[in-house]
C-alpha cells in the first residue's frame, strides 16, 4: 500500500489560502508529490496531525466554521478518491502508480458520474473501481473513435475546390501560387454549378471529394477550353453562376484583385492547350495531396494524360528596341502613359516578373545593386536574385523616387491595364515588326504585329534574350532573372538566333 503525506504549500494566494500538497511514496522507487487543488488557511492547518483543523463554533465565526468545513470535506473526498485510485492501480495490468496516472483516472470523472453510462459505486473504493476505471477508458477510446470517424467521414464528403486553401497552407505556398488555385478553385466551381443548371438529369451533381473521378477531371477538361463559349450559349445561367464564382476575387476592402475592376466584366474566353495543361497539372498535385491525407481513396488521374506545355519561338525586343521606347518623346501622350513607359523600361533592364515587381520598395535597392526574393521559387529554393542596375535604370527610380503612396518603386495600374499600356506604348514608338506568335487557343503560329502581342512577360524575355546574346550561361542569367539552376523554363527566355549559331560555328574553326 502507498503512504499519503499531506503537507501546506509555502506559496500563498492574494486571499492569503495555501494549497494542500500530497507526497505519495511506495518503497524506494516510487516517490511523487501532486496537487490537491484544496486551498486552506494557515490559521485552520494542523501541522501535527497533517489535516484541517476546523475551529469551535461560535457566533462571531460562523462563516470562518463553515469555510473551514467545506474546504475539510473536500480535502477528505480527495484523498479517498486518490486511496481509490491507487488501490485501482494494483489490479490493473500495466498500469503504474505516478501522477500522470492519477490525472489520466481522475479525468475519467465526467464519465463515472454520467449516469448514462451506469457506472455503480462499491462501498469501499466509490466510482474509482479497477473494473469502472477499465470499462471508462474502453469507453473514451470508443468515443475517440467515433469522432476520429465523423471527422474523416465529413473530410470526405467535403467539396474538392473548398480544400483548396487546406491545401495551400500545408503546403506553405507562395501568395502568387496561392492565387493561382484560388483561380482554380473558382473555375472548379463554376463547372459544378454549370453541370447542375444545364443538366436536368445531374442537378446533384457535386466534386464530392471522396468521389471524384477521372469522368470529372476529363469533364472539368472540356469546360476548361470551352467555357468561353458555354458562357455565349448560356448566358443567363452563367450570369448566376459568375455571381458565386466570379472570374477574380475581391479582396476584404471591396477592391478587386491585381488584375483590376475591368478584369471581372470581360467576357470568359476559351482556353488554350497550354494554360489546360498547367491548370491540369495543379489540379493533378490537388487530387494527390487529398489521397496522400486519406481524404479519397480514388486516383482520379487514373488514365488520365495530363500533357506538356508547348511553346513558340520566343521573341523580345532588342537593346535598340528597349531604348528607342525610352527616349521616344511621349510628351503630347497622358502622363499614365509616360509613367507605364518608365516602368516597362525599367523591367527590361532588371528581368523580374510582374508580381515581384509590384512588391519591389526602395528596401530592395542597396548600393546600385537590386536584391528580391522571387515569390514563385521563395519557399522551395530561397534564392536572392541579384541585379545591378543601370545608370539608365537609377535615372527612373530618382524619377520616381516618393511618388507612390503606397511607398512601391514606382505608381503601379493594375497588371491588365500594365498590358494594355505596352501594347499602346509600342504602336505610340513605332515598334511593329512582325513576329511569330503561338495563339495560345488554337495553338497555331501565326504572323502578328509585336504591338499587338506585346505585354509585361515581354520584358522579362527582353532581359534574358539580350543577355543570353552576350553571355551564354542560363545559371549566370539566372541569378539576376530569378531561374533557379538547371531551369527547364529558361529555354522559353532566349532564343538561338542565327547570329548565335554562326559564333559558334566561327569559334570551333
Not at 16 to 37: D, E, M, N, Y
Not at 48 to 75: G, H, M, Q, Y
Not at 177 to 190: D, H
Not at 487 to 501: H, K, Q, T
Request: hydrophobic fraction near 35%; proline fraction near 3%; glycine fraction near 6%.
Amino acid at each position: 500500500m502507498a503512504n499519503i503525506e499531506l503537507s501546506l504549500s509555502m506559496k500563498s494566494r492574494e486571499d492569503g489560502k495555501r494549497q494542500v500538497l500530497v507526497r505519495i511514496s511506495r518503497g524506494r522507487s516510487i516517490r511523487f508529490r501532486i496537487k490537491s487543488g484544496v486551498y486552506v488557511s494557515p490559521e485552520y492547518w494542523n501541522d501535527d496531525d497533517k489535516c484541517i483543523k476546523v475551529p469551535v463554533f461560535r457566533k462571531i465565526n460562523r462563516a470562518s466554521v463553515e469555510t473551514a468545513k467545506a474546504e475539510k470535506a473536500a480535502l477528505d473526498s480527495f484523498v479517498a478518491e486518490l486511496d481509490a485510485i491507487i488501490c485501482a492501480s494494483d489490479d490493473i495490468p500495466g498500469a503504474e502508480l505516478s501522477a500522470q496516472w492519477i490525472d489520466h483516472c481522475r479525468a475519467l470523472r465526467p464519465i463515472l458520474e454520467d449516469r448514462r453510462n451506469g457506472f455503480l459505486p462499491s462501498m469501499a473504493n466509490g466510482l474509482f473501481t479497477a473494473a469502472n476505471i477499465q470499462r471508462a477508458e474502453r469507453l473514451v477510446e470508443e468515443q475517440e473513435y467515433t469522432e476520429k470517424r465523423n471527422i474523416e467521414q465529413k473530410e470526405r464528403s467535403r467539396i474538392l475546390y473548398d480544400l483548396i486553401p487546406d491545401y495551400c497552407r500545408a503546403r506553405n505556398l507562395a501568395k502568387s501560387r496561392i492565387r493561382v488555385y484560388r483561380v482554380l478553385s473558382r473555375m472548379l466551381g463554376r463547372y459544378e454549378l454549370f453541370v447542375q443548371m444545364s443538366d436536368k438529369k445531374r442537378k446533384g451533381y457535386s466534386l464530392v471529394v471522396s468521389k471524384v473521378s477521372s469522368v470529372d477531371i476529363e469533364g472539368f477538361r472540356e469546360f476548361m477550353r470551352k467555357e468561353g463559349s458555354l458562357q455565349e450559349q448560356y448566358p443567363m445561367i452563367f450570369q448566376q453562376i459568375l455571381q458565386r464564382f466570379p472570374q477574380t476575387e475581391k479582396h476584404d476592402n471591396g477592391s478587386d484583385s491585381l488584375r483590376g475592376k475591368e478584369e471581372s466584366n470581360r467576357p470568359i474566353r476559351d482556353r488554350g492547350e497550354n494554360y489546360v495543361c498547367v491548370t491540369m497539372k495543379r489540379l493533378k498535385a490537388l487530387c494527390a495531396w487529398c489521397r496522400e491525407t486519406g481524404r479519397t481513396d480514388i486516383d482520379a488521374f487514373r488514365g488520365v494524360e495530363v500533357g506538356s506545355e508547348r511553346y513558340g519561338t520566343p521573341y523580345y525586343i532588342t537593346r535598340e528596341e528597349r531604348d528607342h521606347i525610352a527616349d521616344f518623346d511621349l510628351s503630347s501622350a497622358p502622363l499614365i502613359v509616360q509613367q507605364q513607359r518608365d516602368i516597362f523600361v525599367f523591367q527590361c533592364l532588371i528581368g523580374c516578373r510582374v508580381s515581384d515587381l509590384y512588391s519591389l520598395t526602395s528596401d530592395n535597392i542597396q548600393d546600385r545593386m537590386l536584391r528580391y526574393s522571387p515569390r514563385k521559387t521563395e519557399n522551395k529554393t530561397g534564392m536572392i536574385a541579384r541585379v545591378p542596375l543601370t545608370d539608365r535604370a537609377l535615372s527612373i527610380l530618382e524619377k520616381y523616387e516618393g511618388v507612390d503612396r503606397k511607398g512601391r518603386l514606382f505608381p503601379f495600374v493594375s497588371e491588365q491595364r500594365y498590358n494594355d499600356f505596352i501594347k499602346q506604348i509600342f504602336g505610340l514608338c513605332g515598334i511593329t515588326r512582325q513576329v511569330i506568335w503561338r495563339n495560345p487557343t488554337t495553338g497555331r503560329s501565326e504572323m502578328r504585329p509585336i504591338s499587338e502581342v506585346a505585354s509585361s512577360h515581354l520584358a522579362r524575355r527582353t532581359f534574358c534574350g539580350n543577355l543570353y546574346r552576350q553571355v551564354k550561361d542560363p545559371n549566370l542569367i539566372g541569378a539576376m532573372s530569378g531561374h533557379t539552376a538547371g531551369s527547364r523554363a529558361f529555354a522559353r527566355y532566349r532564343n538561338i538566333d542565327d547570329d548565335i549559331l554562326t559564333e559558334i560555328i566561327k569559334s570551333s574553326n
